[in-house]
């Protein structure tokens, strides 16, 4: 092998994040795939789950997906002009059907019920996979329209995000103990409740967009992705010409 380039596909759905926000305004966005007219004071937190797995020896458990939604309307609690979209990853029947190989009849139900209450907060939109053909497409404008991507540790999302230069962290409620590949980058990966707020609020309503570049530069780039251009698919384009 002459030569190798690496590229992430994560980092090519970037593009089109950043291509997203460059044609339509966040709040026509929103008024079109969530019905609701955004307010100057509102602030968006997209919620993204991963594949929950009923299993002790599971980096993400049924127990985590619990807390995780619980954590959800903490949050969303006491922080009073927060709109919260939440995009799952699974239907219901992932959770409770006899037919599926990970239903719990009993952590499911309490699943589902978080689920139910979620969906009958004013302020919290679902964003259900039977609901959109396209889920790529809908992913990268929940990504486009929202201040803040928070996604359970360690599913794509965030990284997507990051690359189209967006605030953006993983979160787990709690640590355990495992070590991951961006622990170390300070305000990236963060565990439980409490620090949950804390970052969040720092990076709604205190860390403006000049500020988070920096940080971006000073600890993500070359880190998470190489450049943070958001111009992975383009330069993929471009070597598969150059190699014809």
């Known amino acids: 092998i002459r030569n190798l380039t690496i590229f992430s596909f994560t980092t090519i759905y970037s593009e089109m994040i950043r291509e997203i ?40 458990t049924y127990e985590d997906c619990i807390a995780f939604y619980q954590d959800i309307l903490r949050l969303i609690d006491c922080i009073e002009d927060v709109l919260v979209i939440v995009k799952p990853s699974k239907l219901a029947s992932w959770f409770i059907s006899p037919q ?8 499911g139900k309490i699943i589902i019920e978080l689920w139910n209450v979620l969906k009958s907060n004013p302020r919290i939109f679902w964003a259900a996979n ?12 929940i990504i486009a329209i929202s201040d803040l991507v928070v996604t359970h540790a360690m599913s794509s999302p965030t990284a997507e995000a990051l690359g189209a230069r967006k605030k ?18 300070p305000g990236l990966v963060i565990f439980g409740y409490e620090e949950l707020e804390k970052r969040v609020k720092n990076l709604l309503y205190e860390v ?37």
């Open 21 to 60: 926000i460059s044609t339509d305004s966040k709040k026509n966005l929103f008024r079109e795939h969530f019905g609701k007219d955004l307010e100057n004071k509102n602030k968006i937190i997209a919620f993204f789950d991963t594949t929950f797995i009923d299993a002790e020896n599971c980096n993400s």
């Open 100 to 107: 599926m190989q990970w239903a719990s009849p009993k952590k």
């Open 130 to 141: 039977e609901q959109y053909n396209d889920q790529l497409t809908f992913n990268n404008i």
């Open 168 to 185: 953006a962290i993983w979160y787990k409620s709690k640590n355990s103990g495992q070590q991951r590949l961006y622990d170390k980058i």
């Open 208 to 244: 403006n967009d000049k500020g988070y570049d920096a940080y971006l530069d000073k600890y993500v780039k070359g880190g998470v992705e190489a450049s943070l251009d958001g111009l992975a698919a383009t330069k993929f384009r471009q070597l598969l010409k150059s190699t014809t």
